[in-house]
């Protein structure tokens, strides 16, 4: 039985349309497949026709309650694909777990009770990384890390890797990572360098196929059915029908247990092929521990950056790090309100360029934090 999570704590970036669709493409060959929701948001379980507000037993009960098999839980969506339904009751696992022994093991103990029916589970993690990806983490041998083109969900893909990789050292347990890419669209640079990068960065870990972006996913999102047995013909659909095939092509290494090593930890500090992240989608960011600024300045031999939060005073300013191609960046925790800045090259003070919200008369960066950190 292959144990399979799908996973990034970025919202949105496609999981639950991957988990949805894979798990629909893998029954269609006849093998026995499992998809358990472990989102109290339940997108699965309704993507597959499931009425989350009439359930008698739910992926919560298979977390709570000891004597509750994965057999009393699931549904039968086709003759091989059976799905455990979430609704939001699911939520207060974290919170009625905690401080409890064995906590992190509650869905591996379930599935393994259960290992000799079926041949896939795939678990649709939330968008976080609480207690319910970490168990999903733990039961599952391998990790899908699903990310869409965008900085932030590069950033959730990394973050998931490493505890992945956490996981992995701590409890001594084998687990296997691949990354892929959707919401692709190839008419975009953007997209594209993303592309080459993603592939630079996570090598074989990442899927030959790339599931393009496609508007009939969200129709059929609406409709309750897979986009396998919804629009069979569009391009997304032939994405994932390829992605089952990469998915099941992989079978007889993994019976064999030729696993690969996990994806390379990559640094959460900025590194060499972050910068085009960051240049790629101008002005500040939120990124854990605050704003980061970067500005491209390949000639300069110091920047500096003031502001209100420093009192614009050069003394108190804070130093920008040069990396690769001459980005310099910093990261700063700022509160939340209003503030102006500017950077000091070399001495001279300039707006940000990739900032345009600037005010008179001194043409000062204005940057609205709404929330702390
Ligand atoms: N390839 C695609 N092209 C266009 N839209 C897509 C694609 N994949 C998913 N979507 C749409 O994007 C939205 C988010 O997708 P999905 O629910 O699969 O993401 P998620 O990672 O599971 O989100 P969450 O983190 O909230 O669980 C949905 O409306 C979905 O229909
Ligand atoms: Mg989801």
Known sequence: MRTIALVNQKGGCGKTT??????????DTGRRVLLVDCDPQSHASIGLGIDTDELER??????????????????????TL??????????????????????????????????????YVLVDCPPSV???????????????????????????????????RLVRDQLGMRKRTRVLLTMFDRRTRFARE?????????????????????????????????????????????????????????????????????????????????????????GPHFVDGGVLFSLVAPEANEVELVGTFNDWERQHGLQLTRSTNGVWHTTVALGPGRHLYKFVIDGVWVPDPSNDNREAPNEDCVLEVYRSG
């Not at 991957?18 to 029954?27: D, E, F, G, Q, R």
């Not at 000891?66 to 549904?75: G, I, L, N, S």
């Open 18 to 27: 991957t988990a949805v669709n894979l798990a629909s493409y893998i029954a």
């Open 58 to 79: 739910s992926t919560y009960d298979l977390f709570m309650d000891p004597a509750v098999h994965v057999r009393d839980v699931v549904h039968p969506v086709t003759d």
């Open 82 to 119: 059976d799905v455990a339904p979430s609704n939001v009751i699911l939520s207060a696992v974290e919170q009625q777990l905690s401080g409890q022994p064995d906590r992190e093991n509650r869905l591996r103990r379930k599935l393994e009770a259960c290992s000799g029916e079926y041949d």
């Open 130 to 164: 609480g207690l319910l990806t970490f168990n999903a983490l733990v039961a599952c041998d391998e990790s899908l890390v699903v990310m869409e083109p965008s900085y932030f969900s590069l950033h959730g893909a990394l973050k998931v890797v490493e505890t992945i």
């Open 194 to 282: 993303f592309l080459r990068e993603a592939r630079t960065r996570f090598g074989r870990e990442m899927f030959e196929t790339v599931i393009r972006h496609t508007v009939r996913f969200r129709e059929a999102a609406n409709w309750g059915v897979s986009i396998s047995h919804y629009a069979k013909s569009c391009g997304g659909a032939r994405d994932y029908r390829e992605l089952s095939e990469e998915v099941i092509a992989d079978e007889e290494r993994i019976a064999a247990a030729e696993y690969e090593p996990a994806a390379e930890v990559v640094e959460s500090s900025l590194e060499p092929g972050m910068d085009e992240w960051i240049l790629s989608q101008p």
